[in-house]
T-cell receptor, first 111, second 116 residues
Framework: QKEVEQNSGPLSVPEGAIASLNCTYS??????FFWYRQYSGKSPELIMF????GDKEDGRFTAQLNKASQYVSLLIRDSQPSDSATYLC???????????FGKGTLLTVNP | EAGVAQSPRYKIIEKRQSVAFWCNPI?????LYWYQQILGQGPKLLIQ????????DSQLPKDRFSAERLKGVDSTLKIQPAKLEDSAVYLC??????????????FGPGTRLTVL
């Protein structure tokens, strides 16, 4: 069973702080990694993807990938109350590029 | 560009009844996915279509769930008979093509199913 593990939280940070979200995966053959944001009652929306070791930055978001440790993270700088949501880590594996999701981490940014 | 459309948005049924959900993907998207998301969990893939062929249905409970995408465009997911544990949000997603490691999936608004 290929698994994706996330700390379910909730993770609470003050406005303006850095939020750090973590994810580990079990399948060493995993090829690409995605972070989705899901607001309560809404569907997931893609915010970042990464497939090479190292860091990838997009505005206030930075994704970090370490394939040797089977670890991927998402940093949110200058957190805003509008960032309050559940963040889902998803891993793409296999020849059909099936996505396996973690349970998600609930982030709350306090004004 | 119109997004992924799903209907109905909400459905309440009693156990042992049947229910069907409909999905229309983004125009031109060859790959269509149905996910089940139980409260507090991440989406779980039920079935993946490439055009009108099934790519992966390994997690579809085939004794009660069925899905089709006859003309390679829209799709229906059916549950017959429903159980209490089928209460969840059913998400449809589509992507442009298979065979690329980066292949963004776009999600529809979902159908929230409650089984009483």
């Amino acid at each position: 069973q290929k698994e994706v593990e996330q700390n379910s939280g909730p993770l609470s940070v003050p406005e303006g702080a850095i939020a750090s979200l973590n994810c580990t995966y079990s399948d060493r053959g995993s090829q690409s990694f995605f972070w989705y944001r899901q607001y309560s009652g809404k569907s997931p929306e893609l915010i970042m993807f990464i497939y090479s070791n190292g860091d990838k930055e997009d505005g206030r978001f930075t994704a970090q990938l370490n394939k040797a440790s089977q670890y991927v993270s998402l940093l949110i700088r200058d957190s805003q109350p509008s960032d309050s949501a559940t963040y889902l880590c998803a891993v793409n594996t296999g020849s059909n590029y099936k996505l396996t999701f973690g349970k998600g981490t609930l982030l709350t940014v306090n004004p | 560009e119109a997004g992924v459309a799903q209907s109905p948005r909400y459905k309440i049924i009693e156990k042992r009844q049947s229910v069907a959900f409909w999905c229309n993907p983004i125009s031109g998207h060859a790959t269509l996915y149905w996910y089940q998301q139980i409260l507090g969990q991440g989406p779980k893939l039920l079935i993946q279509f490439q055009n009108n062929g099934v790519v992966d249905d390994s997690q579809l409970p085939k004794d009660r769930f069925s899905a089709e995408r006859l003309k390679g465009v829209d799709s229906t997911l059916k549950i017959q008979p429903a159980k209490l544990e089928d209460s969840a949000v059913y998400l449809c997603a589509s992507s442009l093509m298979l065979g690329k490691s980066y292949n963004e999936q776009f999600f529809g608004p979902g159908t929230r199913l409650t089984v009483l």
